[in-house]
């Protein structure tokens, strides 16, 4: 069993619509990363989470530590939301331990 | 971007052949990584830097080693490349943000081992 789960694996969606993309995890962390990944691009950090709740712009990031679960919604999607999200613990500063990620499709 | 470069961007080269991938950055950070990105695994470390000369091992080293002789470059090298060893490699620095680390990543290197 991975100790990082992402679902689900891929997503389609409509331009508009709310989506919820899920990561949980088994082991014991001082962190956890959403990332975003475009394809054929570089990897971009969108939230680093240690507890409760941040928001940027249309994303938000929520965490669970007691129940070792993490969501990343997105509002009102649209096109250029189109990525891949993957999720990644820290278990200390130099260790990370990154989920499979979840391809996302808006269509217009 | 944090000033992260890799170079290649793109190689590819034949299996025995020995191999070299280049991270540069500009911005003195003292930690540095090399992962590899393959379908349905997530990022792996290979490789990590703590300061010149200062390297350690990460869960996926085999057939790999590192050399870092200044600051700003971090250099991954395949002795023989494999095909197995055919994936994206990306470099990354360790900052501070919002009270925690994070890590900043380059573009990536596409290396096809044929």
């Known amino acids: 069993k991975n100790e990082v789960e992402q679902s689900p694996q891929n997503l389609t969606a409509q331009e508009g619509e709310f989506i919820t993309i899920n990561c949980s995890y088994s082991?014991?962390?001082?962190?956890l990363h959403w990332l975003q990944q475009h394809p054929g691009g570089g990897i971009v950090s969108l939230f680093m989470?240690?507890?409760g709740k941040k928001k940027h712009g249309r994303l938000i990031a929520t965490i669970n530590i007691q129940e070792k679960h993490s969501s990343l919604h997105i509002t009102a999607s649209h096109p250029r939301d189109s990525a891949v999200y993957i999720c990644?613990?820290?278990?200390?500063?130099?260790?990370?331990?990154f989920g499979t990620g979840t391809r996302l499709q808006v269509f217009p | 971007d944090a000033g992260i470069t890799q170079s290649p961007r793109h190689k590819v080269t034949e299996t025995g052949t020995p191999v070299t991938l280049r991270c540069h950055q500009t911005?003195?950070?003292?930690?540095m990584y090399w992962y590899r990105q393959d379908p349905g695994h997530g990022l792996r470390l290979i490789h990590y830097?703590?300061?010149?000369?200062?390297?350690d091992k990460g869960e996926v080293s085999d057939g790999y080693s590192v050399s870092r002789s200044k600051t700003e470059d971090f250099l991954l090298t395949l002795e023989s490349a494999t095909s197995s060893q055919t994936s994206v490699y990306f470099c990354?620095?360790?900052?501070?943000?919002?009270?925690?680390?994070?890590?900043?990543f380059g573009p990536g290197t596409r290396l096809t081992v044929t």
């Open positions: 990354a620095i360790r900052g501070l943000a919002g009270g925690g680390y994070e890590q900043y």
């Open positions: 082991v014991g962390i001082s962190a």
């Open positions: 989470l240690s507890s």
């Open positions: 990644a613990v820290a278990l200390g500063p130099d260790k990370l331990i």
């Open positions: 911005e003195n950070h003292r930690y």
């Open positions: 830097s703590y300061g010149v000369k200062d390297t």
